[in-house]
């Protein structure tokens, strides 16, 4: 129940070994299925190669839509299972001996270092084993104490003879509209278990828990991410990639020299006008939250699925005041012509190991967060070309701000209207997907911005408006 952010550049495994059940099915049978579910905007594509062919044993027990479902129509929208919160335990779930429940406490420094300790040993890392996320601490205080956060939703397991953290999830509040109904959900992450430990089959034991945690104070609903392929994703995003420092990336293993180019032309070729040109750019501040807040609801009411911010929340998110500047996480940015906030965008910092590399220790990558802009809002909203001419001068601007914060690589999804300016900007397709899910809801597919094969589509963008670490 983690994200997939796709900075190596391939596809990895969010899931646990024993989350998913191990058994297979026949290929065909999974992909009629999902016909049945009317999920064609999945695409045979990931169908073939996120493993639906799998038989999840977990999933098949949890309140998800099921693969094989027999509907005759589109089903509503709403809840799978009914609120009830006398069926909720009291109790945390039985757990395997030598081993205890434990809620971290982020408060306290040393509970944070061994939450970063486990996921830098043991998280997301691609195939090859080449690169590893790097969550740092201020990363971690940032994604797991947004307004609303609750200590007892950080889920831990330890070890009981040594005290070693060898588990953990995480989720958070929000406010969650599924097109036109808003949801009290929460949004679960950085799911993750000891690779010594991934036969002990822990995460159901981790979901179940930190669902009957969330259960308890009355939310029935939840959001999370993965890269593999579960029952069942309302939506799939594919994972961009645009160079900014291509020397480095093509040293590390990050991006090959392409068949008949050179070093020189592929420099050229990501080379960055050295200023931004944008009049009106500048920094935002706390103080333009409200009109951002404003400009980002309108441009997300036209997604399918989006959060649904206050100010406080907006504030935590895209304004990053309390982390020293060495560790600052998120950057945002506003267009003021006279007076009036009219554009705005931000993205944040993940950097990713680079394992056994003698010269480069990391990867330092930014991510493209939330933007908006008025020129999204004007007219029906077919004719896309205005914006896609609008947000191709912002995300160039954002581009040259990443490369001189020391940025060596762009990552963007296609969600929002972000098909509009990939190609344009020279992101590349990467490896990575990223498959969205809803617990305890059922509602028909949205459209990821790519077509059956996930190349880029922007008749099926737009659908997606949340942005997931």
């Not at 007076?339 to 993205?347: A, L, M, R």
Request: with cysteine; net charge neutral; hydrophobic share 35%.
């Amino acid at each position: 129940m983690t994200s997939n952010d796709g900075a190596t550049g391939s596809s990895q495994d969010e899931t646990p070994t024993g989350v998913s059940g191990e058994s297979s099915k026949d290929q065909g049978n999974a992909l009629e299925a999902l016909k049945k579910l009317n999920i064609k905007d999945m695409g045979k594509f990931f169908q073939a190669q996120d493993g639906a062919s799998k038989e999840h044993k977990f999933w098949k027990t949890q309140p998800v839509p099921q693969y094989d479902e027999q509907q005759a129509s589109q089903p509503e929208d709403g809840p799978i299972e009914p609120e009830d919160i006398n069926r909720v335990p009291k109790e945390p779930y039985p757990l395997l001996a030598g081993f205890d429940w434990v809620t971290m406490d982020l408060e306290d420094g040393k509970e944070v270092d061994d939450v970063y300790q486990l996921l830098f040993d043991n998280y997301v890392e691609d195939q090859e084993a080449m690169f590893r996320f790097k969550y740092s601490p201020s990363f971690l205080n940032w994604a797991l104490k947004s307004p609303g956060w609750r200590k007892e939703w950080h889920v831990g397991i330890r070890a009981a003879a040594s005290r070693k953290l060898v588990a953990f999830i995480s989720a958070v509040p929000i406010t969650l509209r599924v097109k036109s109904r808003d949801l009290k959900s929460s949004e679960v992450n950085f799911l993750c278990i000891h690779k010594k430990l991934r036969s002990k089959r822990l995460a159901p034991l981790l979901i179940r828990e930190v669902t009957r945690r969330i259960n308890l104070v009355g939310i029935w609903q939840a959001i999370y991410t993965a890269g593999t392929f579960l029952p069942t994703p309302v939506s799939t995003c594919r994972y961009y990639h645009r160079s900014l420092d291509w020397p480095k990336l093509n040293d590390v293993g990050f991006s090959p020299l392409p068949h008949g180019s050179t070093r020189p032309r592929q420099m050229a070729k990501y080379k960055l006008p050295a200023t931004t040109s944008t009049t009106g750019l500048r920094p935002m501040t706390s103080k333009d939250v409200p009109a951002v807040r404003g400009l980002l609801k309108k441009y997300l009411d036209q997604t399918q699925m989006a959060q649904q911010f206050s100010e406080d929340e907006l504030q935590h998110w895209v304004l990053d005041n309390k982390t020293p500047s060495l560790d600052k996480v998120v950057w945002s940015y506003v267009v003021e012509t006279k007076g009036k906030i009219t554009d705005f965008f931000s993205f944040y910092c993940l950097e990713s190991t680079v394992i056994g590399h003698q010269r480069h220790k990391t990867i330092r990558a930014a991510y493209l967060f939330y933007y908006a802009s008025e020129v999204a809002l004007v007219g029906d909203g077919k004719d896309k070309t205005a914006l896609k001419k609008r947000l191709n001068e912002l995300i160039n601007d954002a581009l040259i701000l990443a490369k001189q914060e020391n940025f060596d690589v762009f990552n963007a999804l296609t969600l929002l209207d972000n098909p509009l300016f990939l190609q344009d900007q020279r992101f590349g397709p990467g490896d990575g997907k990223l498959h969205y899910y809803l617990y305890n809801y059922r509602t028909s597919a949205i459209p990821g911005g790519t077509d059956d094969k996930m190349n880029l589509d922007d008749k099926r963008m737009g659908g997606v408006g949340m942005v997931m670490l």
